[in-house]
Every structure is written in C-alpha cells, then in structure tokens.
C-alpha cells in the first residue's frame, strides 16, 4: 500500500485525494501522507484505532467503517425475531430493527446501510472500541 501511494503521486504529482478501500491501504496512506506533508487528501475505509492518530493531528480528515455496534443490534434483532417465528430470513423478508426496516435480498444477505463516518468529533470514543 505504501508502495502504491508513493506509485500514485510519482505519476499523478497532483492528485487530489486518495480514496482506500482497504483498512491497511489507508493507513499506509495516512502515514506515507505525514511524512511527506504531502498535500493530496487521503480518505477511505480504516479502523478508527489505528486512523486516530492520523484524524487527531487532521492528516486525514475523515474515514468510514461499518460500525460493530450496528451491526450487532441489527444482528440481534433479527436472531430474536427469527426464533420467535416472527422472521423467516428467506429471500424478499423484511424485519424492523429500532425505526429501520431491513429487507433479505438474494443470498440471504441484509444490508445495514451506509459505513459510519469517523472524524475529529466521534474518532476519540471509537478509537477505544475498535
């Protein structure tokens, strides 16, 4: 990941943002970003342990992440539902967790929604969750 930040701004000198899709690309790229005080902004899907330090000192300015939290309350909802027969997880099934509405689509696979955003304001109390 390192290699292909450094790959990037050699051939694209001004690029303006590095998008990772990956936890161990954006933090490569956060870091590689620091060192070089290089100006292109660099954002993607990173841990907020390890991104913090990065989003503290505003190298980077925000990351996303599917949130464990979520993703467990979804989770227990639907198991809760589904043992007491008032969800079946088949395909085109629907379950109400809180005020959302999930649906089943095909696979058997539910979507929670958009990854949750980790900036300056929220980074410091998940940064100790995960």
């Known amino acids: 990941s390192t290699a292909q930040f450094n790959a990037i701004l050699a051939q ?29 902004k660099v954002t ?19 990351v996303g992440l599917w949130n464990p939290i979520d993703l467990g309350y979804v989770a227990v909802y639907a198991a809760a539902l589904g043992k007491s027969k008032q969800f079946d997880g088949k395909t085109g099934s629907s379950f109400k967790a809180g005020s959302k509405t999930y649906k089943v689509t095909k696979g058997g ?22």
């Open 12 to 40: 694209y000198p001004d690029v303006a943002a590095i998008i990772a899709p990956t936890t161990v690309g954006v933090k490569a790229a956060a870091a590689e970003k620091q060192a070089k005080k290089a100006a292109v």
């Open 44 to 62: 993607g899907l990173g841990l907020p342990s390890e991104m913090a330090p990065y989003i503290e000192d505003g190298t980077v300015e925000k």
């Open 109 to 130: 696979i539910v979507y929670l929604g958009d990854p949750f955003t980790f900036t300056k304001s929220n980074i410091a109390t998940f940064k100790k969750i995960y």
